[in-house]
């Protein structure tokens, strides 16, 4: 059973634009959504994450959008560039018993010239 | 600052080998996980472990084994090993709640002929 569901698959965007990854989830006990960033060769990194008394955060060109009442949240990568193209994972975690971190199953974003 | 650190970076098996890959992190985090990510794919997770002494199985266990004896390491052991595991694997862990950022080692490709 997927507890955090990811799409799309893969997304193609030309430089300059929105790129847009959107997750979501069952359990109310989340209560901590990071993003992770993986670059081929490598282990995925966090990105940037939020948590749920917020409905947005951002970082440099990255945002988070939470909508909690919808149990969704979504990646936004706003003047999107090459050097973005990577995998990127939505994750879940919180107080959900033994096992507490969950992963979204990726995105692969292509960003061409 | 090591991390998560995971050794070796590339092992070559022949059917029916057997090996462990290492995994050893330096952040007291009781949580630790072994995924494994195969082309253009998720993360599968294989085992996980919440502290000294305990382990249970992820969504994929089968042909592997763990063992967690200490706080700093989690070993992956393949007793038998086939083509099917033919995959890169990821150890990550996480802070003692299993909230907040999940450290990722830079994986170890195996393949096996």
């Known amino acids: 059973q997927q507890q955090v569901k990811q799409s799309p698959q893969s997304l193609i965007v030309q430089k300059g634009g929105i790129s847009i990854i959107n997750c979501a989830y069952e359990?109310?006990?989340?209560?901590?959504f990071p993003w992770y960033q993986q670059f081929p060769g490598k282990g995925p990194a966090l990105l940037i994450a939020?948590?749920?008394?917020?409905s947005e955060k951002k970082e440099g060109r990255f945002t988070i959008s939470f909508n909690k009442s919808a149990k969704q949240f979504s990646l936004h990568i706003m003047d999107s560039q090459p050097g973005d193209s990577a995998t990127y994972f939505c994750?879940?975690?919180?107080?959900?018993?033994?096992?507490?971190?969950?992963f979204g199953t990726g995105t692969r974003l292509t960003v061409i010239p | 600052n090591a991390g998560v650190t995971q050794t070796p970076k590339f092992r070559i098996l022949k059917i029916g080998q057997s090996m462990t890959l290492q995994c050893t992190q330096d952040?007291?985090?009781?949580?630790m996980y072994w995924y494994r990510q195969d082309p253009g794919m998720g993360l599968k997770l294989i085992y996980y472990?919440?502290?000294?002494?305990?382990?249970d199985k992820g969504e994929v266990p089968n042909g592997y084994n763990v063992s967690r004896s200490t706080t700093e390491d989690f070993p992956l052991r393949l007793e038998l090993a086939a083509p099917s595991q033919t995959s890169v694997y990821f150890c990550?862990?996480?802070?003692?709640?299993?909230?907040?950022?999940?450290?990722f080692g830079q994986g170890t490709r195996l393949t096996v002929v």
């Open positions: 952040m007291n985090h009781n949580y």
């Open positions: 359990n109310t006990a989340f209560d901590y």
């Open positions: 990550a862990s996480t802070s003692l709640r299993g909230e907040g950022e999940a450290f």
């Open positions: 939020i948590r749920p008394d917020v």
């Open positions: 472990s919440v502290g000294a002494g305990i382990t």
């Open positions: 994750a879940a975690s919180g107080q959900t018993g033994a096992n507490n971190l969950f």
